[in-house]
């Protein structure tokens, strides 16, 4: 499984982007790159993934690096229900997907 | 319409008592998995099933049994409960893994063993 490694909380004002890192350099060449959200006493929740290119949905953006060693969740603006607890994890399409602790984002009104 | 539902919502329970904990879904997914939240809120895999058949069966003890009578539902079944059980039970899906569109989770069991 690839290990990854996030900040462990980050703050954002309401209305302005919030980029959020997470560095995975033991990933494979094949292993997809996806993030989720847990939201206070919720479930997790899928937000976005990807393997090489840069990826973008209605939630979110994610930017994968060159060497697929890092990949940064972009939130274009922050709003208050943003704010939860956010996971990155790699999938090797063999084994469940594993989750580590995550960043707790906090967003200011 | 709920898309992966799990009953109980809570359970509040005694050392040493048997319990079940079911799993839905309806998004006709053909994969699905029982994940264990801790206090420190890390996400543990524990079971997986694909069509009815186990196919990860991570260090969890025997204590804990999954059956998936059909690729819909998903239960899982705890005898001899311990202080150590209390933890957010999460019931999840996919269709073929991760790699295409992700897991579906459910909102949780909350299991607290007394």
């Known amino acids: 499984d690839a290990k990854t490694t996030q900040p462990n909380s980050m703050e954002s004002n309401e209305e302005e982007p919030v980029h959020l890192p997470c560095n995975h350099s033991?990933?494979?060449?094949?292993?997809?790159i996806h993030w989720y959200r847990q939201l206070p006493s919720q479930g997790p929740e899928y937000v976005i993934h990807?393997?090489?290119s840069n990826v973008n949905n209605r939630m979110a953006s994610l930017a994968i690096a060159e060497d697929r060693k890092s990949s940064t969740l972009i939130l274009h603006r922050a709003t208050l229900r943003d704010a939860a607890v956010y996971y990155c994890?790699?999938?090797?399409?063999?084994?469940?997907?594993?989750f580590g602790s995550g960043t707790r984002l906090q967003v200011q009104p | 319409d709920t898309a992966v539902s799990q009953t109980p919502k809570y359970l509040v329970t005694q050392m040493g008592n048997d319990k079940s904990i079911k799993c839905e879904q309806n998004?006709?997914?053909?994969?699905m998995y029982w994940y264990k939240q801790d206090s420190k809120k890390f996400l543990k895999i524990m079971f997986s099933y694909n069509n009815k058949e186990l196919i990860i069966n991570e260090t969890v003890p025997n204590r804990f049994s999954p059956k998936s009578p059909d690729k819909a539902h998903l239960n899982l079944h705890i005898n001899s409960l311990e202080l150590g059980d209390s933890a957010v039970y999460f019931c999840?899906?996919?269709?073929?893994?991760?790699?295409?569109?992700?897991?579906?989770f459910g909102s949780g069991t909350r299991l607290t063993v007394v």
């Open positions: 999840a899906s996919s269709q073929g893994g991760a790699r295409n569109y992700g897991y579906t």
């Open positions: 990807g393997l090489t």
């Open positions: 994890t790699g999938d090797t399409g063999r084994r469940a997907l594993t």
């Open positions: 998004l006709g997914h053909d994969t």
């Open positions: 033991t990933i494979s060449g094949t292993d997809y």
